[in-house]
């Protein structure tokens, strides 16, 4: 089994900065692609970044230019690093891993709790 653990979150005021940490933790065979996608109140859960296990990154729009995704594979780990926070981030973000928990077994998308994130103006 895979566990997916976020840390880092808090109450930032806008223009600030707040860095995003997770884990993957427990039997992991590989580990692919991780990321991190919001849910503000009352919308749907959105994309924010992803990174593959080779260094490729995705942003969403509305974040390119003042979130950074990164990771460090030895330690199953993904980071977010959010500068210039306004109030339209405020969300709960959870982070995402792609992950095989054996040679034969399928790939399957493990989630976090969570962790929220408030901007406030």
């Known amino acids: 089994q895979v566990q997916v653990v976020e840390s880092g979150g808090g109450l930032v005021q806008a223009g600030g900065s707040l860095r995003l940490s997770c884990s993957a933790y427990?039997?992991?065979?590989?580990?692919?692609?991780m990321g991190w996608y919001r849910q503000a109140p009352g919308k749907q859960r959105e994309l924010v970044a992803t990174?593959?296990?080779?260094?490729?990154?995705n942003y969403a729009d509305s974040v390119k230019g003042r979130f950074t995704i990164s990771r460090d594979n030895a330690k199953n780990t993904v980071y977010l690093r959010m500068n210039s926070l306004k109030p339209e981030d405020t969300a709960v973000y959870y982070c995402?891993?792609?992950?095989?928990?054996?040679?034969?077994?399928?790939?399957?998308?493990?989630w976090g709790q969570g962790t929220q994130v408030t901007v406030s103006s």
């Open positions: 995402v891993a792609d992950a095989a928990p054996c040679s034969e077994c399928r790939k399957y998308d493990y």
């Open positions: 427990g039997s992991i065979f590989s580990l692919n692609a």
């Open positions: 990174i593959t296990s080779g260094g490729t990154t």
